[in-house]
Each structure stands twice: as structure tokens, then as C-alpha cells.
């Protein structure tokens, strides 16, 4: 089974399937949901260098 799941920014929701690549832009609102069966991986790359301080709970 392929893992599925969804990207869910204040722009737009899109699927997170394997393979693919989702661009977010510094300082976008974002989530992401599992909403397959199996465990979803998620490889993250950041530019400029992610900084622990910078992130923001949202509820």
C-alpha cells in the first residue's frame, strides 16, 4: 500500500504522494496530514536553514 497523504497550506490542500515534491514557501502556514493506511516519510529541505525558534504552533 502507498502512503497518502495531504499538504495543507492557506494557498491550497494537494495530495502527498510518493515522488512528489511540494514547494512552501518561507513563512507559509502549513500541515500535513496522513490520511493512508501506512506510515507517511516525509524527507524535508530547507533554504534558508530551518531554525527550531522559527516555527508556530497553529491550533
Do not use: F, K, Q
Amino acid at each position: 500500500m502507498i502512503a497518502l497523504g495531504i499538504a495543507i497550506s492557506l494557498a491550497a490542500a494537494v495530495a502527498a504522494v510518493a515522488g512528489r515534491n511540494l514547494l512552501i514557501p518561507p513563512g507559509t502556514a502549513h500541515c500535513l496530514h496522513n490520511n493512508g493506511g501506512e506510515t507517511l516519510r516525509l524527507l524535508c529541505a530547507c533554504a534558508p536553514a530551518y531554525r527550531h525558534e522559527d516555527t508556530e504552533t497553529l491550533e
